[in-house]
């Protein structure tokens, strides 16, 4: 509902910047609790208030519960490098269950009793069938999604024991930036296929490299679904009100698939310059095609991609990326 009062854990990053802006355009009171360990205080738009504390911090989320009554938490704050989860697989499952688990005890404690999470694709691990939905086998294969897939099982149990309603949104690729150009993304490090091509061919980046070309895909490379940042942030508007109705979780992506020399030729077409790239090995655990069904969460809450095709989630994306090309003015600072 709009004139609420919200939380938003880790609302200085990427996605959470986004949903922040909507929040804050439509007249709600927005709360972010972030550390800023990747994000940027000049993310948050005038008017949302930043409290800078580690989720981890008990303390620091007693005071933030006793200070402001919040009609429903969005949690993005997560460690989400799924290679780096592989190599630290407790320190993932450890902060990402742990500070996702105790919020929700603090929201429940505090009589919050809506919770909408950030979950992920990478619960699926390598899915049977595509597009996928809410039915495909949860089997995630690193320690991220598993970590995720925790959390939403606590959360199943914090619904039938304490009456917290919560929306698990598995993202597939977000992507692209805030149209007006306002925020976009700025992660270091980066790992994501968009700002990585259009870092290359600005030439604020390295050369690309592309992980595999032998895929069973149409051109050989891993085909994934990228959904626009703003459309995503959409979404968590839609489930908050879907909410009334109990508990949920969406598969959230475009519903179509692009192959990684589909992003690259998208990204030139775009900036009008090559995107200097070479080829490599596979990358271990990475599937062929990831695309989503979103038909549940369009059925249930109205919601479709309004910047879904690729050239504009692109579009945005360089936009941002050439206005920006060291990222947010406060990384140049520090
Ligand atoms: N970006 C994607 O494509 C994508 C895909 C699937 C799922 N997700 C999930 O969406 C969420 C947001 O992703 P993002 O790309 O915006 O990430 P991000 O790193 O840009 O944002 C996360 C924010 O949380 C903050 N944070 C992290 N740990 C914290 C802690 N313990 N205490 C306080 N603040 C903390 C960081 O400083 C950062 O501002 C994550 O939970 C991620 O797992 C993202």
Redesign the pocket.
Known sequence: MAGGTYLV?????????HLVLALVERGDKVVV????????RD?LPPGAELVR?????RRALEEVFAGWRFDAVF??????LVGESMREPLRYCA??VS?SLRLAEAAVKAGCLRFV??????LFGNPERTPIDEAAKLAPTSA?GDS?LMVERGLDWADGAHGLRSACL??????GADPSGRIG???EPET?LIPLAIGAALGTRPPLTVFGTDYPTPDGTCVRDYVH?TDLADAHLRVLERLEHGSCRYNVGSGTGYSVREVIEAVERVGGRPVPHHFGERRAGDPAVLVASSQRLREDTGWSPKLGALDEIVRTAWAWHSAHPRGFDDRNKA
Do not use: C, M, P
């Open positions: 854990t880790g609302g200085a990053g990427y996605v959470g910047s609790l972030d550390d800023l360990r990747q994000g940027h993310a504390a580690d989720i981890a911090d949690h993005f704050a997560a460690l989400s902060e990402n500070n999470l950030s979950s992920t694709a990478a991220y995720k598995r993202y597939f690729n977000a992507a993304e700025d992660h994501h940042v």
